[in-house]
């Protein structure tokens, strides 16, 4: 059996997280969110094509205005998880996809 289909997208806290991240990248600051992606070694580049198919939120207009609003405030979602685990966390959601 599968995955059920709420559980195959990014959680509320995942998103944020995410958008938080990016949100700093773009502006160019080293906030609590690109901290605690270092600190757990999650490189923004690796996890954007899982993140971006599994999220309408983190692309295109969605994007530009979370660009253009302040700053979201997020913390680590992913537990004790390092970058490398939440990666195949975000393939795996991916491939259990109906398509």
Same mark, same amino acid.
């Given at each position: 059996? %599968? ?14 997280? $995410? ?14 969110? +690109? !901290? ?11 996890? $954007?094509?899982?993140?971006?198919? $599994? ?7 969605? $994007? +530009?205005?979370?660009?253009? %609003?302040? %700053? ?10 390092? %970058? ?8 795996? !959601? ?6």
């Amino acid at each position: 059996m %599968g995955m059920n289909i709420a559980t195959c997208r990014l959680s509320p806290a995942e998103e944020a997280f $995410l958008q938080a991240l990016l949100w700093e990248e773009g502006h160019l600051l080293r906030g609590p969110a +690109t !901290r605690a992606a270092e600190e757990h070694q999650l490189s923004l580049i690796r996890c $954007l094509e899982p993140a971006n198919r $599994l999220s309408p939120n983190l692309q295109g207009e969605a $994007l +530009t205005r979370l660009r253009e %609003g302040a %700053g979201p405030a997020a913390e680590w979602p992913w537990d004790d998880l390092s %970058g490398d685990q939440v990666l195949r966390l975000l393939w795996t !959601r991916l491939a259990e996809i109906p398509r």
